[in-house]
Structures are given as structure tokens and as C-alpha cells.
């Protein structure tokens, strides 16, 4: 049975740099895929290539064992993949409902006399967040009165309310608390948990293995492997982000300057 989302050795250039080279992993329904690495390890290209943003060079994207390439996000998103980037989209001063909906809204009436079903898009929006753990008392408040983690679980909220079959969530707990990076590793759990095939882009190993269920870590474009979770410990993840060789470098010259 072919891998829901594959990809074999995508790489891409520009010109003479190389932005991402070699990255081999698979995306499945109910599975989160953590992809780790600092800043310049290619994460964002990564990203860029599975939303459609950009066109890989080199190796081969699968999708239900067909190969595809994306002209642009609008057709990633008609794939069932969607991208919640770490600004969110969101309007601040906005409800909590319209930013759910965005220009989607349920309407009703018979045309030329349409106009938003108000009641219906609340309803949706509050049914459709109480699925993900979320109790919004009024869907009138606005987003900018929620905390990081709450805008974060109505990003993953309305992804998979719009039909995404694939997930992938930029950084969403770099800026965030202990409290609050809780909270949104809970709606990752809980979207996995509805079937949802998660991809987690983060710098953070310590978020990463609690809740993944495979690991690709990059350094400078380059994959350093692709691991499941029975083939690796968090030790032994944090070691490989860490550098191995560099981090025990590093704490040797701190041992001597102390």
C-alpha cells in the first residue's frame, strides 16, 4: 500500500546555494511527522515546497503514490494540504468566527439577495473548536483578546474544518510559553487523533518526540536521516539536533571555564 504523502530525496536550488538537498520522509493519516532543524537548516523551504509555494528541482513528491509537483498553493490546498504559518492569518480586531471562516462564510437567501448566515458560522465555528478541546464562550470576542495557543487551535481548527488531509504547522509553539506550547501540542495529539496526517515544523526536540511519530532533522538543506519513533530516543534526538560532536565540544569548554 503506498504512503499517503512521500517524498524521495526532494532537493532544491538556487543557483549555485543550496537551499534543501536529499530529503527523503512519509506523511501518513493519524501520524505526526516532525521536521527539525535550527535557523538556515531548510525548514522553510521544506515548507515552501509541500504548500506550493515553490517547485522542488530534484527527487520526486508522492501523493496516494502519484507523482505530483504544485504550481501553486491554491492547488496544494485543493490536494488537501494546508499550511498554518507561524502569523497565523489573522485578523486581531476580528471575532473569533470570522477569522474561522476568512471569506468562506455559510450564506443564505436567494441570490441577488445572499448574505451571511451569522448564526450557522457561529454555530460551525464553536462546534468545530469544541471538537479540538476548545471552549469559546462567545464566538463574538475578538482574536486578538485569545492567548497564542488558543489563535493557534483555531488555525488548526479551521485547516480541518476546510477539508485539510494534511497539516502542517510552521513553528506554532516558537513563541509561546510552557503552559501555552501545551496547550497547542494537545491539538496536535487531537488532530492526529481525527485522522489528519501532521507535519510539525519546530527547532524543539523537547516538543517534538512527546508527540511524533516519525523525525526528519536537516542541517544546512541537508537531511542528517529520517527515523521513526521506535528507532530513536529523545536523547538520542536531541544529541543529533544538538550537533553530537559540536554540543560535546561545547560542554567541554564550558566544564573548563567554569
Known sequence: MAEFLELRNISKFYGNIIALTGVS??????????????????????????????????????????????NSPREALSYGIATVYQDLAMVPLMSVWRNFFLGQEPQKGIWPIRRIDIDKAKHIAKEEMAKMGIDIRDTEQSVGTLSGGERQSVAIARASYFGAKVLILDEPTSALGVKQSGVVLKRIVEARNQG???????????????????????????????????????????????????????????????
Open 25 to 70: 520522509t512519509t506523511v501518513n493519516p493519524g501520524e505526526v511527522t516532525c521536521v527539525l532543524g535550527d535557523n538556515g537548516a531548510g525548514k522553510s523551504t521544506f515548507i515552501k515546497i509541500l504548500a506550493g509555494v515553490h517547485q522542488h528541482d530534484e527527487g520526486q513528491l508522492l501523493l496516494q503514490g502519484e507523482e505530483v509537483k504544485f
Open 196 to 258: 489528519l496526517a501532521v507535519i510539525f515544523i519546530t527547532h524543539n526536540p523537547n516538543h517534538a518526540y512527546p508527540v511524533g511519530d516519525r523525525f526528519v532533522i536537516l542541517n544546512r538543506g541537508r537531511s542528517l536521516g529520517n527515523w521513526s519513533k521506535s528507532e530513536l530516543s529523545q536523547a538520542e534526538l536531541t544529541q543529533l539536533m544538538a550537533g553530537g560532536a559540536e554540543l560535546e565540544a561545547l560542554q567541554h569548554e564550558l566544564a573548563q571555564a567554569g
